[in-house]
């Protein structure tokens, strides 16, 4: 099937125009970060020169390189964390017959139905009578366990043929064993799936971190922005969008790696 | 074979309690921050609540029926229902269109999925520091624009008439990303067989797009409703940064309303039933969502 001459050039130029403009704000933030005070005043659209003095004042400003050390570790532990419950709990759903598995089953499904949001005010005062504000694991511990998650699992774990479940079984391997040498191998592009997907929205998080942090000790790149914004003084656009830049490369680079595996990860949890 | 025992109830649950082992850490987590806050949220909206939370004087529905008359509250719950209106629909229906471009067997048309689904790796906060920029009544790239064009300036943030759509239009790029990649997703599912038999039948793009496409989309389309109206219900971080909920409370949705009754008025009684009413609301949207979808819904 070709596509015709005149329709090829039709498409193209949708696809130039509109991407453009949906790109437009992110190209618009790396230009504006490379400009002075006086130039954005005198409005302009390009900088004179792509000097890096806004990049070194907002390391400056901020105590940035330890923001993003916090995020990075936060990210990292939520990823592992949801990757480790998730596996197991995806596990025991799809491998071991039980009583009740219908009812724990609906359990997990409701939990999608809870808003985090409307749960939120007894969660800020669990992780205050734990003493864990300030800390690594109140700001981790609470994303651990995910529905959405075991889902995604438990629909790759389906596919993977029952005698080979039969077979560990007669070679004598116990049950975590299989799980750790032969699911958990065989299911390498889910986890990846999930991981990237755990890593992408926990650095993004934004809500729990401002409730959760009084102090520069844990606090994440985007209360970071936050605090920024409300430094900013007339003219220092320049340094805060530095800032923006310096925030975003770590998650558009890894959709931009990941973003095939993604797309055909999320959307077979989503409808199967 | 007679002698052959029942096996003991022990033996009978050794697969319950393995099971239960590998479900621990999940059950556990659940009921300690989703379960447990869950019901002690309802809990406390029956209450009026002391400095630390605690619940201190029974009220009873006084709460509810406090923000049923308080204007605040009102307007909260309409600002939400307009936001919803002007982001969702919107929302899929650009996210749609750019899949369905995205989604031609073109040269390079790898790199434009890229970037339409960049949107998704930029978190709220970054995208609504950026977007206040452009809004910036004096620097902004929208006022220079209009002034360009010699038309009136626009106070986008200042303003109540516009402070809504404002954060709305940097919402509905926010999510585009995500919905995008949902829906291209979907799209890719779609056999191709069913595209080659219209084509020797001489079927048009328009026909094909609502007797095949859309159609087969519909699961992919019913589930992108889904979340984003979810997603909406729960916007928090662009209404923090760009407004703190004002001018005159025109975008105070109402997860920003429930922080500020929590967090910064120490009202927990009141922000306990707000978040109740938000539960609700979300519970609706996802039954109703089920009871149309399973009509209208197309699967495979």
């Known amino acids: ?272 | 074979m007679t002698l052959l025992e029942k096996p003991g109830i022990w033996k009978r649950t050794a697969n319950g309690r393995t099971a239960l082992l590998y479900l621990l850490p999940s059950i556990l987590l659940f009921s300690v921050f989703v379960f447990y806050p869950m019901f002690r949220t309802i809990y406390l909206s029956f209450f009026l609540t002391d400095q630390n939370g605690d619940a201190a004087i029974w009220v009873g529905f006084e709460n509810y029926s406090y923000l049923l008359e308080s204007t605040a509250f009102i307007n909260s719950m309409k600002a939400t229902g307009l936001f919803v209106l002007y982001t969702v629909p919107i929302g899929i229906i650009l996210a749609l269109f750019f899949a369905l471009l995205a989604n031609e067997k073109l040269r390079g048309i790898g790199f434009f999925r890229t970037v339409y689904s960049s949107t998704m790796g930029i978190s709220v906060a970054a995208s609504s520091v950026i977007w206040l920029f452009m809004f910036n009544p004096s620097m902004g790239m929208f006022n220079r624009l209009l002034s360009l064009l010699n038309l009136p300036q626009i106070q986008w943030l200042l303003d109540p008439q516009w402070a809504l759509l404002s954060v709305s239009i940097s919402t509905i790029w926010m999510n585009i990303g995500f919905s995008f990649l949902i829906l291209l997703g979907g799209l890719q599912n779609i056999d191709e067989h069913l595209y080659e038999s219209s084509r020797i039948d001489g079927a048009g793009y328009f026909y094909r797009l609502r007797r095949i496409t859309l159609p087969m989309l519909s699961p992919t389309l019913f589930f992108i409703i889904t979340i984003s109206l979810i997603n909406a219900f729960q916007s928090f971080g662009q209404i923090d940064i760009l407004t703190q909920g004002g001018p005159s409370a025109s975008t105070n949705l109402i997860v920003y309303s429930i922080y500020r009754e929590a967090f910064i008025n120490y009202q927990f009684g009141t922000a306990s039933a707000q978040a109740v009413t938000l539960f609700i609301i979300i519970l609706i949207v996802t039954i109703l969502q089920f009871k149309l979808g399973e009509r209208r819904v197309h699967y495979q």
């Open chain 1, 1 to 272: 099937m070709t596509t015709s001459l005149p329709k090829k050039i039709w498409i193209y130029f949708l696809l130039i125009v509109t991407s453009f403009l949906v790109f437009f704000p992110v190209m618009y933030a790396f230009l504006i970060s490379f400009m002075t005070g006086p130039e954005l005043l005198q409005g302009k659209f390009l900088p004179q020169s792509f000097s890096l003095d806004n990049y070194i004042k907002v390391f400056d400003r901020l105590p940035l390189l330890n923001y993003l050390l916090n995020s990075f570790i936060v990210s990292v532990s939520v990823m592992l964390g949801q990757l480790a419950v998730c596996s197991l709990a995806a596990y025991a759903f799809v491998f071991i017959q039980f009583k009740g598995r219908d009812f724990i089953f609906f359990l997990f499904i409701s939990t999608m139905m809870i808003p985090w949001e409307a749960t939120m005010i007894p969660n800020k005062f669990t992780i205050q009578k734990l003493d864990w504000l300030n800390t690594y694991q109140g700001l981790t511990l609470p994303f651990f366990a995910l529905a959405f998650g075991t889902f995604l699992l438990r629909q790759h774990f389906k596919t993977i043929p029952k005698e080979l479940h039969e077979a560990s079984q007669i070679a004598g391997l116990s049950k975590f064993a299989f799980f750790r040498r032969v699911i958990l191998p065989v299911s390498k592009t889910s986890l990846v799936t999930l991981g990237a997907y755990g890593f992408l929205t926990t650095w993004n998080m934004y809500l729990w971190p401002l409730l959760i942090t009084t102090n520069k000790s844990v606090r994440t790149v985007q209360i970071g922005l936050k605090q920024l914004q409300s430094l900013e003084t007339g003219t220092e656009w320049g340094v805060v969008m530095a800032g923006v830049i310096v925030v975003i490369i770590p998650t558009l680079l890894l959709l931009f790696l990941g973003q095939k595996q993604l797309q055909k990860g999320l959307t077979q949890g989503a409808l199967k």
